[in-house]
């Protein structure tokens, strides 16, 4: 075969190659398409298509009991199957009884579904995002073992049997300190984009507070 012949079928196969590649991302785009009229279709007659069911939301403050306990199942499903397959990710025992550790939980095989592209329950396939390496590394480096610290430092040693009644348990402050003056805070800040001046009758209230909240303490 000549040069010239050599330098022609080279050429038809980058062409070739080119064509398959711009074939490849029209199958995908019809198949978007496809599935966008499919959605629109199905929605009511005579109203707006129904947005896809969110799946970032919180489980703290779920008010449906069905919600918060099948959130819970999957998330003990998930916990089997991915998180306590590493060696550091350790769960006490009372661990559904720490709400704070649930919603770290929960939001952790979020981040999870979101980095390998999965479908998590009850969201339409809108809700789906694109897999990312670079997601999956992330979840991998800082998001889970960020979750592995904060669980360890929360919880120590603790365990069912102290959550008992007649056990002694940190309560958790009830509001945020300072409550009844964040209107002033908040307007001096607005206004000057300064604080309000800290006064002897500003600090009385944080002492008053703040011995509330270590009496809540006690044993």
């Given at each position: 075969m000549s040069a010239d012949a050599e330098r022609r079928v080279v050429a038809l196969s980058r062409e070739l190659e080119r064509t398959t590649r711009r074939l490849g991302e029209l199958d995908a785009l019809v198949r978007e398409l496809a599935g966008t009229l499919a959605e629109l279709a199905a929605a009511p007659a005579g109203g707006q298509p129904q947005a896809p069911a969110s799946p970032v939301r919180p489980w703290l403050g779920t008010p449906d009991v069905d919600t918060a306990v099948t959130d819970l199942e999957d998330l003990a499903a998930w916990l089997a199957a991915v998180y306590l397959r590493y060696s550091d990710a350790l769960l006490p025992s009372c661990w559904a009884w720490h709400a704070d550790i649930v919603e770290e939980l929960h939001w952790l095989r979020g981040a999870y579904n979101d980095a390998y592209g999965l479908t998590p329950p009850g969201a339409g396939s809108a809700a789906r995002s694109?897999?990312?390496?670079?997601?999956?590394?992330?979840?991998?480096?800082?998001?889970?073992?960020?979750?592995?610290?904060?669980?360890?430092?929360?919880?120590?040693?603790?365990?069912?049997?102290?959550?008992?009644?007649?056990?002694?348990?940190?309560?958790?402050?009830?509001?945020?300190?300072?409550?009844?003056?964040?209107?002033?805070?908040g307007a001096s800040w607005a206004s000057t984009g300064s604080p309000p001046t800290v006064t002897d009758n500003l600090l009385a209230q944080a002492r008053h507070e703040q011995q509330l909240h270590l009496r809540s303490h006690q044993p």
């Open positions: 694109g897999p990312s390496w670079q997601k999956v590394g992330d979840w991998h480096d800082r998001l889970r073992p960020g979750v592995v610290r904060r669980i360890k430092t929360t919880v120590g040693s603790c365990e069912l049997s102290r959550h008992a009644p007649g056990q002694y348990l940190p309560h958790r402050q009830g509001t945020a300190p300072m409550a009844q003056q964040l209107r002033a805070i």
